[in-house]
């Protein structure tokens, strides 16, 4: 398509779905420009894209008649547990498990310039996220002999990073053919008016299309099909802001396969109703997680004859998935879009950069709790906060990296302390690393008498010494 030989069949079928406003600066650019813009138009499902916009904006309301608390065992016994836990350690022993990170975020808001997986969380040697991590998939597959495959489901626009930082440290010393990254796919972001907006004269501005994008993110790698190949029959999911995870937790697992679910959710017990956690709850009759801006403030505020809150349960985006079932869920109909109202950097009627400082465009999300609703069975499993979760999400204050070593560190003292061991001083530092203890029971089974002996893989350090 060249500039003088008119717009062609790709600019009349934008202009006829109403978009044509991408092609406005067509007329000033060079033939490189117009055959990029050409290219990134001709990639974009926009049909696909116009009715989940009008879809989106038509959604009604969540209504409250058709919402219900969750129906969630609160009281697990010590020998239930146990049980759990020895069922999903033969899972993973049978090498039919995987872990799923989404790091697709880079580190913006906590001032860090790179994928957010790479910030450093270490309490004592500054680990990063993504670190951590590993040592949670090392030390499962050391316990079980089994590999544990790891993928890493990264955005277009942190990809490179994200490879060039695991390939710097040698992918943490895990085999790097179980260690596989898989890029979700892009939506363009739309204007307030529904205008797809410009990132450039010759580019659409594109955003990530969301969690909920896994699905179709694993089947158009390939990755689903190399998994079903491995033999893998599970997928344990979580973000990569949460470095409390417990990476793949045998329990959890067990919990999962001994209720024959399809997709299973971790919860907490929600600080307030306006936390802002999914939302789980019971809609029409099935368990469900709303986006909790999506949930009315009285439904949210809703009390019961005792006082208490009704809907106390958050999610947390701990998952485990069935493969078979993502793979019916990639192949189906695709999930539906949110709108979220976001600050989009885009160009003015001259085609100068605008960066505003008030929320100007809509990103199209897909949410990974929507494929609940094609669940034929799903199980539910309540944690404590403190042990499993603390999202780092602000560079400051609550929900901070401050606030997530802090909780690290009081983790490490409670399995110090469960283990019938002394931990050091409030004033110390502990790290642990999860490669070869991973919780209270192994700390117990090592036999050690005294933290010190646990060196390097207990680490501590005074605040000089930090």
Not at 46 to 71: F, S, T, Y
Not at 238 to 255: F, K, Q, S, T
Not at 258 to 277: I, N, T, W, Y
């Amino acid at each position: 398509m060249h500039a003088g030989t008119g717009t062609g069949e790709l600019r009349e079928r934008w202009e006829a779905a109403g978009q044509g406003g991408v092609f406005r600066f067509w007329d000033g650019l060079d033939a490189s420009a117009h055959a990029r813009l050409a290219a990134q138009l001709e990639s974009i499902d926009l049909g696909a894209v116009c009715a989940g916009w009008r879809e989106a904006l038509a959604r009604p309301a969540v209504r409250v008649e058709e919402i219900a608390p969750a129906q969630v065992v609160r009281a697990i016994s010590p020998e239930t547990l146990a049980a759990l836990r020895e069922s999903g350690e033969d899972l993973l022993a049978r090498g039919e498990v995987a872990v799923l990170t989404v790091a697709g975020g880079q580190g913006t808001r906590l001032g860090f310039d790179g994928p957010k997986g790479a910030f450093p969380i270490g309490p004592v040697s500054d680990r990063s996220l993504f670190a951590l991590f590993a040592q949670g998939v090392a030390g499962h597959a050391r316990r079980s002999g089994c590999a544990l495959p790891w993928i890493v489901l990264t955005s277009p626009g942190n990809d490179a990073a994200t490879r060039r930082f695991f390939a710097r440290h040698a992918h943490f010393s895990l085999p790097a053919g179980d260690v596989r990254f898989v890029v979700q796919a892009t939506l363009p972001v739309l204007g307030l008016d529904g205008q797809i907006l410009l990132e450039r004269p010759d580019r659409v501005a594109e955003a990530a299309d969301g969690h909920g994008g896994v699905f179709a993110a694993l089947l158009a790698s390939g990755t689903l099909a190399e998994l079903e190949a491995r033999g893998i029959q599970r997928i344990f999911y979580h973000h990569v802001d949460n470095p409390l995870v417990r990476i793949a937790d045998p329990a959890y697992l067990g919990l999962h396969a001994q209720g024959r679910a399809e997709m299973s959710c971790k919860l907490v017990e929600k600080r307030d109703p306006f936390e802002k956690v999914g939302f789980l709850c019971s809609r029409a009759g099935r368990t469900a997680v709303l986006e909790y801006s999506e949930v009315p403030p009285e439904l949210a505020a809703a009390r019961d004859e005792a006082g208490q809150p009704r809907f106390w349960a958050g999610s947390i985006g701990i998952h485990v998935l069935d493969v078979a079932f993502v793979r019916r869920v990639a192949e189906g109909p695709a999930l539906p879009l949110h709108l979220a109202r976001k600050p989009v950097a885009t160009v003015d009627a001259a085609g100068r950069p605008v960066t505003p400082a008030e929320s100007n465009g809509h990103k199209l999300e897909r949410f990974v709790f929507d494929a609940l609703a094609r669940a034929g069975s799903v199980a539910v499993m309540e944690t404590r906060r403190q042990d499993e979760y603390s999202p780092v999400k602000n560079a400051r204050g609550e929900a901070s990296p401050e606030s997530a070593r802090g909780d690290l560190v009081a983790s490490y003292r409670r399995w110090i302390a469960e283990a019938g061991l002394e931990a050091p001083g409030d004033s110390v530092a502990i790290e642990v690393d999860h490669s070869r203890f991973d919780g209270p029971e192994e700390l117990r089974r090592s036999g050690l008498r005294r933290i010190s002996e646990a060196a390097p893989h207990v680490r501590i350090a005074h605040g000089a010494e930090r």
